[in-house]
């Protein structure tokens, strides 16, 4: 059975998903970002069938969140290398190692984020860039951005809410007319 494809939604999470919502890849990730580069390391790392394997590292490859390094001409062999791109999903996989460990491990922690010079653990929050508070609620709220659809605005229009001004946001006006064009297709 065919999956539904994300990849033409206009919300960020569903165009996320699209990229990493595959346990594999989410896995395959965390191991990246931990330093496991070889097709042998991924392998053993987590008991994957070679088949998924290399079907999961060729979609994270197509999404530009790894790229092949040929390390080897005979036999062909690649390393699997995180880009930028890559390596702005270790937010994501703390977020969830947090909220795993809060939620789903009655037995404690398996694994802690630290101090790399102390070694003391941490407890990671989501704090607003510009202001360095905590994100929470009800101190901010989603809304619409530049590039919304009306389903989408309508999806966040609320009364009870200030009027969101998208002209600080840093990526205000990014791809609008690309957008576009894709809506009017």
Not at 136 to 156: D, H, I, K, N
């Amino acid at each position: 059975m065919q999956r539904k494809s994300f990849g033409r939604m206009t919300c960020p999470i569903a165009r996320s998903l699209e990229r990493v919502g595959e346990w594999w890849s989410i896995l395959i990730l965390r191991d990246a970002l931990h330093g496991l580069t070889r097709f042998d390391q991924f392998h053993k790392s987590l008991g994957i069938a070679p088949n998924m394997l290399t079907r999961r590292l060729n979609a994270l490859v197509d999404a530009g969140l790894l790229q092949r390094r040929r390390y080897s001409e005979r036999p062909p062999r690649d390393d699997y290398v995180l880009t930028a791109r890559g390596r702005d999903f270790r937010p994501v996989l703390v977020a969830l190692l947090a909220w795993g460990n809060k939620h789903f491990a009655p037995e404690g922690p398996s694994v802690l984020l630290v101090d790399a010079k102390t070694g003391a653990a941490i407890d990671p929050i989501l704090v607003d860039r510009a202001s360095g508070r905590p994100i929470t609620e009800p101190e901010y709220a989603l809304a619409p951005g530049p590039a919304a659809s009306e389903g989408v605005r309508r999806r966040y229009a609320s009364s009870d809410r200030a009027p969101v001004s998208t002209a600080r946001h840093p990526l205000a006006g990014r791809e609008k007319g690309r957008t576009r064009k894709r809506r009017a297709r």
